[in-house]
């Protein structure tokens, strides 16, 4: 079976229990229904620019890359964060994604280390999408949101509503990771003013996707 979205085919091998599949020879730790709506999702908001904490096996970055190519955005970069250099990242920066290996935050992850660097490329002109699955998806999320601007995206994978919502409908079914829950980033979101989008999509693929609105100061 081939996505039509995207032409490329499902993973026969898919289970939510081993959580990985290969795309175009990269390992990819993500649920299968990315290939239909993270391509739509992209083209619905138009990312002037990614940042993905989180680099892994380069399945996804590549993903990303190559989805937004797709829609005529190739000239919007990601800079894609690990701490550990992988064999696959040189083929992966040939690519096009602009992998460093370094770590963005401070020993208690909870501090950012490159603020001045992050904040300037997250407050470029035009729409910021920023994306949390490293090691601590929940100081990720709470310590980058507070950079977004206007307009700007922030995700975070491996997330459910609350455990109960996990155990009963996404373990063994969907995903068996859960290392994110609203609660433990509802202070950010209220104090960075970001809302949710498309969330019973995103659910179902594991990730939280948020925005942050006008303030009403800023509105018109």
């Known amino acids: 079976e081939i996505c039509p979205e995207c032409n490329t085919p499902y993973p026969k091998t898919f289970s939510p229990v081993k959580g990985t599949w290969k795309y175009k020879d990269f390992t990819l730790q993500q649920h299968k229904d990315i290939l239909t709506k993270f391509p739509l999702f992209l083209q619905m908001i138009n990312p002037a620019r990614v940042l993905e904490i989180g680099t892994g096996h380069g399945g996804f970055s590549l993903f990303l890359r190559n989805s937004l190519n797709d829609i005529g955005l190739s000239d919007a970069p990601i800079k894609s964060f690990d701490i550990i250099e992988r064999e696959c990242y040189g083929t992966l920066r040939s690519h096009g994604v602009e992998v460093s290996v370094q770590s963005l935050f401070d020993s208690s992850y909870s501090e950012l280390e490159e603020r001045e660097l992050i904040g300037n490329y997250v407050q470029s002109p035009g729409i910021s999408l920023v994306l949390c699955d490293g090691g601590n998806k929940r100081m990720e999320f709470n310590i980058l949101s507070s950079l977004l601007k206007e307009g700007d995206f922030i995700m975070a994978h491996d997330y459910a509503p609350d455990l109960q ?56």
């Open 165 to 220: 919502y996990f155990n009963e409908r996404i373990k063994g079914k969907r995903w068996d990771w859960f290392e994110l829950e609203d609660s433990q980033i509802e202070e950010a979101c209220k104090k960075n003013n970001l809302t949710s989008f498309n969330e019973i999509d995103f659910t179902d693929i594991v990730w939280v996707c948020k925005y942050k609105e006008k303030s009403e100061k800023n509105a018109p």
